[in-house]
């Protein structure tokens, strides 16, 4: 029963702590001029970036889009925590 508590808690912990930049995100970046970010076109890759030389799009085998960065959130992308 233990690891059952325990597996609940690093659950919730991960959701409250990827959910936490969506959240400043929305109120502090309102830039009417969409803004342009890189993506790779992999169904793993679930990150997108600011920098088109990012080391996390350095790892992408597939090709790399650029799309404004409202698209990127729309089809689920995440800001990626070494360009941002
Ligand atoms: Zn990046």
């Not at 919730?12 to 993506?39: D, H, R």
Request: hydrophobic fraction near 30%; charged fraction near 25%; charge should be positive.
């Amino acid at each position: 029963m233990k690891t059952v508590k325990i597996l609940l808690a690093l659950v919730l912990f991960f959701t409250i702590s990827t959910a936490q930049p969506f959240k400043t995100e929305k109120y502090s970046l309102q830039s009417p001029s969409a803004s342009y970010v890189y993506i790779c076109v992999s169904r793993t890759s679930h990150a997108y970036h600011r920098n088109r030389y990012c080391r996390g799009l350095g790892r992408c085998k597939h090709s790399i889009k650029r799309i404004p960065e409202s698209e990127a959130i729309q089809r689920g992308y995440r800001r990626c925590r070494i360009c941002y």
